[in-house]
């Protein structure tokens, strides 16, 4: 599912116009977006949550010139289901 198509799910469910919901839409992504930038944590319950997830240090391989690189320690986004979210997922679609 694309942006596109979530904005058109929500805009025929509410009856609001499709520019309306897609700013909505952009604008919780960059509430998001600001907010893990800034170090923050995002709960969002019965959903699930947006968090800084650290990465350690590590030794990679340069496979092409046969040689060892340091990848330094960083932080990602990470989405982490709520519980509730994952039992609806594995109740509801079956295994490919």
């Known amino acids: 599912m694309t ?7 929500i805009s025929d469910k509410l ?3 499709k520019g309306d919901v897609q700013a909505t ?15 923050d944590n995002v709960y969002l319950r019965g959903f699930g ?13 340069n496979i092409s010139k046969n040689t060892t690189i340091k990848i330094p320690a960083h ?15 594995k109740s509801n679609v079956q295994v490919k």
Do not use: D, H, W
Request: a positive charge; hydrophobic letters at 40%.
């Open 3 to 9: 942006k596109a198509e979530i904005v058109s799910k």
């Open 15 to 17: 009856g609001i116009e």
């Open 25 to 39: 839409v952009e604008s919780f992504m960059e509430e998001v977006k600001t907010s893990l930038e800034s170090g």
């Open 49 to 61: 949550s947006f968090i800084i997830k650290t990465r350690a240090e590590k030794t990679g391989r």
């Open 75 to 89: 932080n990602i986004p990470a989405f982490k289901p709520a519980k509730v979210f994952v039992e609806g997922v």
